[in-house]
């Protein structure tokens, strides 16, 4: 019995130093807690307090995936997160049984139209066909899932050439966009190398679209996809500075012999934040600090506004000598406060005949890699009612025809596209949609270079989760369906073409069910 008793006496020696392991720890824990000043439940309540911070700690996780329903999640509930990733994954985004939308809530809907447009009657470019990867489930089991990707042949949903929206028509190498949604605006250092090449690459393969570089500057990944580029110049002009921080009109000249940059666009404000970006100085590598020309692992604050303009006149001027020096379109990127904010914009262009080209219209709910609470709930209007005053102000003082409108905002899925479009947008753009097609998981770390799924940080070792190879098909695949659902909504609403769309097409139901005109 000797083997039994080693056996008894090795295992007995193995639990208890296992005890002593997480004991030591604790009565380490317990007395350093109750001497610490800075936490007043650990002070008193060594070992409660400590499960209580870690439930607090783990709250947001335990919600998401146990508590909240599929409608209630912030900012993007589950069930917009699914819409954004199923698409990007499976090329479809068919669901069953029926909408989970709440429809006693006040919200906008799409007129129907008694005789839809059938499929052969849509105004829409089919005729290049591409390829693509998507994935097809196998198996689905409670405790395994099996799946394999396949290449497939896919239609582009591009508008014909003849319903193409023009940017700058006057200029002399004007921007036509062949597809109604882009990429809004996120730098390479708010964004990593591996995320902003996925993106370009995704983008590139899916013709027409084109990607907003943010106001970081032009980086070569970027232009690894060879996608259609909106330059992006912030306040703090990065990429288009010299050391000293002054604006550089040569760098623009420079940036204006790229082939794949299209049009340049000043940041004025963006909805989660009037003023310029900010970025940790651990995402600052050497690479993004030569982009940008700022010195590295440095935390960037950009300026609340550029000290090249302060007014009308002044940001004009400043538009048109970029316009002059590029030979391609200039437009600005805003958020509306009020009417008489549209307004004053709209009478400026008519007064000088100057301005953009057109304008990136943000609102108070898209989003930002990093900015403050109160910015983000409280300041500029949402994207809907802004868009409305926006259209309007332009129409009234007669400049609608040459000043284009880009829509941002949660504008995730093909109805929510449609209904900007009504509302006064000639394109859309998105950002949160982007991300989460190449992995984000909605962690809501983008600031802290902690994204543990490898998006929003320049970390290398996070950076190996996001494969490039992989995500940028999902890229491809969420603006295809995008598009596709565009068109399957302008024929439910009896339209050929989604660029039709206009505010009688849409409805706004109260809370106490009555219906509203938005025109």
Same mark, same amino acid.
């Given at each position: 019995?000797?083997?039994?008793?080693?056996?008894?006496?090795?295992?007995?020696?193995?639990?208890?130093?296992?005890?002593?392991?997480?004991?030591?720890?604790?009565?380490?824990?317990?007395?350093?807690?109750?001497?610490?000043?800075?936490?007043?439940?650990?002070?008193?309540?060594?070992?409660?307090?400590?499960?209580?911070?870690?439930?607090?700690?783990?709250?947001?996780?335990?919600?998401?995936?146990?508590?909240?329903?599929?409608?209630?999640?912030?900012?993007?509930?589950?069930?917009?997160?699914?819409?954004?990733?199923?698409?990007?994954?499976?090329?479809?985004?068919?669901?069953?049984?029926?909408?989970?939308?709440?429809?006693?809530?006040?919200?906008?809907?799409?007129?129907?139209?008694?005789?839809?447009?059938?499929?052969?009657?849509?105004?829409?470019?089919?005729?290049?066909?591409?390829?693509?990867?998507?994935?097809?489930?196998?198996?689905?089991?409670?405790?395994?899932?099996?799946?394999?990707?396949?290449?497939?042949?896919?239609?582009?949903?591009?508008?014909?050439?003849?319903?193409?929206?023009?940017?700058?028509?006057?200029?002399?190498?004007?921007?036509?966009?062949?597809?109604?949604?882009?990429?809004?605006?996120?730098?390479?250092?708010?964004?990593?190398?591996?995320?902003?090449?996925?993106?370009?690459?995704? $983008?590139?393969? %899916? /013709? +027409? @679209?084109? =990607?907003?570089? *943010?106001?970081?500057?032009?980086?070569?990944?970027?232009?690894?996809?060879?996608a259609d580029i909106i330059a992006q110049i912030g306040s703090g002009l990065f990429g288009f500075r010299t050391e000293e921080g002054d604006f550089?009109?040569?760098?623009?000249?420079?940036?204006?012999?790229?082939?794949?940059?299209?049009?340049?666009? $000043?940041?004025? %404000? /963006? +909805? @989660?934040? =009037?003023?310029? *970006?900010?970025?940790?100085?651990?995402?600052?590598?050497?690479?993004?600090?030569?982009?940008?020309?700022?010195?590295?692992?440095?935390?960037?604050?950009?300026?609340?506004?550029?000290?090249?303009?302060?007014?009308?006149?002044?940001?004009?001027?400043?538009?048109?000598?970029?316009?002059?020096?590029?030979?391609?379109?200039?437009?600005?990127?805003?958020?509306?406060?009020?009417?008489?904010?549209?307004?004053?914009?709209?009478?400026?262009?008519?007064?000088?005949?100057?301005?953009?080209?057109?304008?990136?219209?943000?609102?108070?709910?898209?989003?930002?890699?990093?900015?403050?609470?109160?910015?983000?709930?409280?300041?500029?209007?949402?994207?809907?009612?802004?868009?409305?005053?926006?259209?309007?102000?332009?129409?009234?003082?007669?400049?609608?025809?040459?000043?284009?409108?880009?829509?941002?905002?949660?504008?995730?899925?093909?109805?929510?596209?449609?209904?900007?479009?009504?509302?006064?947008?000639?394109?859309?753009?998105?950002?949160?949609?982007?991300?989460?097609?190449?992995?984000?998981?909605?962690?809501?770390?983008?600031?802290?270079?902690?994204?543990?799924?490898?998006?929003?940080?320049?970390?290398?070792?996070?950076?190996?989760?996001?494969?490039?190879?992989?995500?940028?098909?999902?890229?491809?695949?969420?603006?295809?369906?995008?598009?596709?659902?565009?068109?399957?909504?302008?024929?439910?609403?009896?339209?050929?073409?989604?660029?039709?769309?206009?505010?009688?097409?849409?409805?706004?139901?109260?809370?106490?069910?009555?219906?509203?005109?938005?025109?």
């Amino acid at each position: 019995m000797l083997w039994f008793e080693g056996i008894y006496f090795t295992t007995s020696l193995i639990v208890l130093l296992l005890l002593a392991v997480p004991i030591t720890i604790a009565i380490f824990l317990y007395f350093f807690d109750r001497r610490q000043k800075q936490h007043a439940i650990l002070r008193n309540y060594p070992v409660l307090g400590r499960v209580r911070y870690m439930f607090e700690k783990a709250g947001p996780e335990v919600r998401q995936y146990l508590f909240n329903d599929d409608n209630s999640g912030k900012p993007f509930s589950r069930e917009e997160y699914l819409h954004m990733v199923m698409p990007g994954k499976y090329l479809n985004s068919v669901i069953g049984f029926g909408s989970k939308r709440d429809f006693q809530e006040p919200g906008h809907y799409i007129r129907n139209a008694m005789f839809t447009k059938q499929n052969d009657e849509m105004r829409v470019d089919n005729d290049n066909l591409m390829k693509t990867m998507r994935y097809e489930v196998d198996q689905d089991n409670l405790f395994s899932r099996k799946e394999h990707r396949e290449e497939i042949t896919t239609l582009p949903w591009l508008l014909p050439e003849e319903d193409a929206i023009v940017l700058g028509p006057n200029c002399e190498q004007p921007f036509v966009v062949r597809s109604l949604l882009g990429q809004s605006g996120m730098s390479y250092g708010a964004l990593g190398d591996h995320a902003i090449t996925a993106l370009s690459k995704g $983008i590139g393969m %899916a /013709q +027409g @679209a084109w =990607m907003n570089t *943010g106001e970081g500057g032009v980086s070569d990944h970027h232009l690894a996809g060879g996608a259609d580029i909106i330059a992006q110049i912030g306040s703090g002009l990065f990429g288009f500075r010299t050391e000293e921080g002054d604006f550089d009109l040569e760098k623009v000249k420079e940036k204006a012999k790229v082939p794949q940059i299209k049009a340049f666009e $000043i940041k004025l %404000a /963006q +909805g @989660a934040k =009037m003023r310029g *970006g900010h970025v940790e100085g651990e995402k600052v590598t050497e690479e993004i600090a030569a982009i940008r020309n700022v010195v590295p692992f440095t935390s960037i604050n950009s300026p609340n506004r550029f000290n090249q303009f302060n007014d009308y006149p002044t940001l004009f001027t400043f538009i048109e000598d970029i316009r002059t020096a590029g030979g391609k379109p200039v437009g600005m990127k805003i958020v509306i406060g009020g009417k008489e904010d549209a307004e004053e914009l709209a009478e400026q262009l008519a007064e000088t005949g100057m301005g953009p080209d057109f304008i990136s219209l943000d609102g108070a709910e898209g989003g930002s890699g990093a900015t403050y609470q109160d910015l983000a709930d409280s300041v500029g209007l949402p994207l809907r009612s802004a868009l409305v005053l926006l259209d309007d102000a332009l129409r009234k003082y007669e400049v609608r025809d040459r000043v284009k409108i880009i829509a941002s905002g949660k504008v995730i899925t093909p109805d929510k596209a449609a209904i900007a479009l009504a509302l006064g947008a000639d394109l859309v753009q998105i950002a949160r949609g982007f991300m989460i097609s190449v992995g984000c998981i909605m962690a809501e770390r983008c600031h802290t270079n902690t994204c543990p799924a490898g998006v929003a940080t320049t970390d290398k070792h996070l950076q190996r989760a996001l494969v490039v190879e992989e995500k940028k098909f999902r890229v491809t695949n969420y603006i295809l369906t995008m598009r596709e659902g565009l068109f399957r909504v302008a024929a439910a609403a009896g339209l050929d073409s989604p660029t039709k769309f206009e505010r009688h097409h849409v409805i706004y139901k109260d809370e106490r069910g009555r219906i509203h005109s938005v025109e």
